[in-house]
């Protein structure tokens, strides 16, 4: 085998995908695979999508890069449409989840610290989330393997219980600046939170003076059938997080927050040299142009119903399936047993899926999938169990 120069950050399947176009992806030698994995909810208009490459062909004749310290109109208009969307009112642009996340852990030591003139700098997060692999938000994220070999971890992150609001009730103190929440656990098996959970987390934080984070940088864009995770719930958090589908393959990311934060991200205070720089930038604008013009997001609500409800129905004679869950076109099916077999024969069987820990396989296919393309991989899948519990 051909000797490697990259560092083996990664256990790679054993697959070059060449091309892609909506659903589908073809490898180096031609085969074609249904990609329900979008890479990591990223292409969530599928792959290439038209409008979106006319938009990022057009920027590639004018202009690559310049520098924050000069005014973009691009990053005003993107600002400007997702404040629209959503219930913030600035946006801060980066490059990818993680530099969100840590602009939000930022933005909330600082608001607390330079605005409201307190020492408030703890976090409290969740056991099984996951926000990212920077120092400060592997800390964050409550899993111990992404942690392992980093010590020591920066100070002032807690992990309470998920969907337990008296865990969060008894780590507040007197330092709490801020909670940190996903509205569904991804990367730990696709485990949305409860309504009466993050009603009561909202008001909590509330009256408690702490600021509530979103990460919504899984479940943001359309994925989970409402344009933002939190609009299910029906609460307004001070800071939303945003990445993987807003410029539909190129790196992006936003921080998102409520006026009353402008002072705490002044001039000078942070700052990232791509962010928001014109190519991605125009990658947001008409992806976002999309999922409000072809009504994109209503789509993905139904196709995430139908594909639930087909996955319960179709496949519930299984034993070895526990549970499947999930909002929109995010979910999860869990499995008695470690589920990389399956999911090894599902690629060569063409399907392209992934794990969300060690028994759960996550569908994420884009929104505009058809009702025939959840068909396709269901019956994709149920052939494969068929033949793995025959054997």
Not at 66 to 91: G, M, R
Not at 251 to 257: C, D, L
Not at 320 to 337: N, Y
Not at 351 to 380: C, D, K, W
Request: some cysteine; overall charge negative; hydrophobic content about 40%.
């Amino acid at each position: 085998m051909k000797k490697s120069y990259l560092f083996p950050t990664y256990n790679k399947f054993p697959l070059t995908l060449v091309r892609g176009h909506q659903t589908t992806l073809w490898d180096d030698e031609g085969k074609a695979y249904l990609d329900f994995m979008t890479g990591l909810a990223v292409c969530n208009l599928g792959h290439t999508p038209e409008r979106v490459k006319e938009r990022i062909q057009e920027q590639l004749d004018r202009l690559w890069h310049v520098s924050n310290l000069f005014h973009n109109p691009a990053q005003e208009e993107l600002a400007e449409k997702l404040v629209t969307v959503s219930c913030a009112d600035l946006v801060f642009f980066c490059n990818s989840g993680a530099e969100a996340n840590e602009a939000a852990i930022k933005c909330a030591r600082r608001y607390h610290q330079r605005v409201l003139k307190n020492d408030r700098y703890e976090i409290i997060t969740f056991e099984q989330s996951f926000h990212g692999r920077t120092m400060a938000t592997l800390t964050a994220t409550g899993q111990e393997k992404v942690k392992d070999g980093y010590y020591p971890l920066p100070e002032g992150f807690i992990h309470a219980r998920f969907n337990d609001i008296e865990s969060v009730k008894s780590m507040i103190t007197q330092k709490t600046a801020a909670v940190m929440l996903e509205l569904v656990q991804g990367e730990s098996g696709v485990h949305p939170a409860e309504s009466k959970f993050v009603l009561e987390l909202a008001e909590l934080c509330k009256t408690k003076g702490i600021l509530l984070i979103v990460d919504e940088v899984q479940t943001g864009i359309g994925r989970t059938g409402s344009m933002f995770a939190y609009e299910h719930y029906g609460i307004e958090p001070d800071i939303i997080t945003l990445a993987k589908g807003l410029a539909s393959g190129l790196p992006i990311g936003a921080m998102m927050g409520k006026e009353k934060l402008r002072e705490a991200f002044s001039v000078g205070s942070h700052a990232s040299t791509f962010g928001g720089s014109p190519l991605p930038m125009a990658a947001g604008l008409a992806t976002i142009q999309m999922l409000l013009e072809d009504d994109t997001v209503k789509r993905a609500k139904n196709a995430g119903i139908y594909a639930l409800d087909k996955l319960k129905n179709d496949l519930k004679a299984y034993s070895i399936i526990r549970e499947v869950r999930g909002i929109g076109l995010l979910i999860g099916i869990e499995f008695t047993e470690p589920v990389a077999p399956i999911i090894q024969r599902l690629h060569q069987n063409g399907l392209l899926v992934l794990s969300g820990g060690t028994y759960v396989i996550r569908f994420m296919p884009n929104l505009y999938v058809t009702y025939n393309e959840i068909n396709q991989a269901i019956g994709i899948l149920d052939q494969v169990l068929a033949e793995l519990l025959v054997r």
